[in-house]
Structures are given as C-alpha cells and as structure tokens.
C-alpha cells in the first residue's frame, strides 16, 4: 500500500487553548513547550471568533484531482469537536484542522478551519497524542500538487517520558482507509491499537447504514477507530467519522470496510495497546 509512516515513543498531553490566540497559535505553542515534534489533537467543546473555513470543491483545472471553496467568514462558531494534524511547514509550527460546528445562524457544518484565520473566543480543552521521536512536515507532493503534512525519519531525538509506541502515517490517494488502519499496524507489529485524532479527504463515503456521500471529495474527522485481531489473528480495523460533503453538510457514522478511498490525503496516528491494557 502506499503509506508513509514512522514509529517511535509517544505520550499523552492534557491542555487549554487559551482565548485571545489564533488557532494555530492556541494548539501549537503548548505543543512546542512540550517537546512535540508531531502529534495528533482532539479539541471539545468550545467557541472560535473571526472564524474562516473552506469546503471540499471541483478543481478549478486539471494539476489538482479536487481543491477548496473560496473562504468563508462567520461572525462565531461553537465547535463541537475538532481534530488537528500538528507539525511544521518551512521551520514554523502549523496544524491542519477539520471539525464540526454550529454557526451563529445556526446552520450546523462540519468542514476544514483556516488556523491563521480563526481566533480561540474561550478556553477549550484539549488532548494530544504526540511525540517528540517522530517528526511531522509540510512538503510539496507532486502526487497531488498541494502541500501536505508526512512523517519523515527521527533526527535521533528521545523523549525520556514517552512510554506508548505509537506510528504516525500519511495514507495517499486511492487507498481504502480502513485497510491501511491495518497495514500500519502490520508494518509496525501493532496487535492492537486505537486511533488517535485523524483526519483527512475522501473519494465520497460509503456507510454501514447504507448510506451513500456521492461528492468526488469530502473532509473528514476521526471519532472513533482502532484495529483488532480478527479470529484469524489479523488485524481488522474500523472507523467512526464525521465528513463534509461540498456543501458542508455534516455526516456521521462507521466506514464500510474496503470502500471508502482516500482523495487527496490521510493522516493518521495510532497507539499501541498492550495485551495487559486491552
């Protein structure tokens, strides 16, 4: 499959965005302080102010297989839960950030926050999965002809206070998400492992419900997720989301198994669940 991922230490991080801060900013310098190089980053409840977000859109031309809408403003937004991607782009510390909120008219939308552009209204508690053995960085894909977070090799740095193994991934185009939850935990030798933030784009998406997101990109958010033994002791993995299609509309629910393909990019990262702790 085409993954790329790296594996290495990790620990968890209890944090406040504190209000007054872009986004980015928020998420971030608390990250930095604590050593992270990479990490994943679930946020609750809470309010942004200058809020700005694009949507899933066709490509205006043929160098991109699907782009952006043109930015939108709202006055406020109740986030009802976020994920974020951190890591860095030309040496400065950035996160890529897909949630799901309620606008100040009330239309309930789920879609990709411009970080830069959105500022922390209150407090908002938050956790990350992070690292600071593996490295997260922005880089040109020719592939897609955007710029896209992938782990890349360690420097050597350790964390003597990391305990967990975990892998971070970046999954690309055209493979089941799903089914690449299970190649890293074989590439790794993970057994068992949960799913950690997440987020990325896929080809539409097909549900267990039977229902059926027909757009040719939708942005999605990982609720849920983690990889088990099948009888056959493979691993066998699954998926709780939140999507957008081009309209912003929010979907929630479990991904069908082998149907569900990656459009631009997956990030992933994944948390090793000994025997004892299962």
């Known amino acids: 499959m085409r993954i790329e991922s790296q594996e290495g230490r990790g620990r968890v991080l209890d944090f ?16 930095i302080a604590a050593g992270f190089r990479a990490a994943a980053v679930q946020l609750g409840l809470g309010r942004l102010s200058r809020f700005r977000y694009v949507l899933p859109a066709p490509s205006p031309d043929a160098s991109h297989a699907a782009y952006y809408s043109e930015p939108v403003s709202a006055d406020g937004a109740e986030i009802e839960i976020a994920n974020a991607t951190f890591g860095l782009r030309d040496g400065a510390p950035l996160i890529h950030c897909h949630a799901l909120w309620t606008e100040s008219g009330g239309n309930r939308r789920a879609g990709h926050v411009l ?46 206070g990391a305990a967990s193994r975990i892998a971070v991934a970046r999954v690309r185009p055209d493979e089941d998400v799903t089914a ?58 699954r998926l709780k989301v939140v999507l957008a299609d081009m309209q912003g509309t929010p979907y929630e629910g479990w991904l069908v ?5 990656v459009c631009i990019t997956f990030e992933l990262l994944l948390t090793e669940i000994l025997p004892e702790a299962a």
């Not at 935990?185 to 539409?204: P, T, Y």
């Open 16 to 31: 406040r965005l504190e209000p007054g801060h872009s986004l980015n900013d928020a998420v971030a310098t608390p990250l």
């Open 115 to 160: 970080p830069d552009q959105s500022a922390v209204a209150e407090a908002i508690e938050a956790r990350a999965w992070g690292s600071a053995e593996i490295r997260i960085r922005a880089d040109r894909d020719p592939e897609t002809n955007f710029t896209l977070f992938h782990p890349v090799p360690s420097d050597g740095a350790t964390d003597p």
């Open 180 to 237: 690449a939850l299970e190649a890293v935990c074989r590439a790794h030798g993970f057994r068992r492992a949960i799913v950690r933030g997440s987020l990325g784009s896929l080809i539409g998406a097909e549900f267990e419900d039977g229902r059926v997101v027909e757009d040719i990109a939708t942005e999605l958010l990982v609720l849920k997720g983690d990889v088990t033994p099948n009888p056959g002791n493979e691993p066998r993995g």
């Open 257 to 261: 198994r082998g149907r569900n393909h």
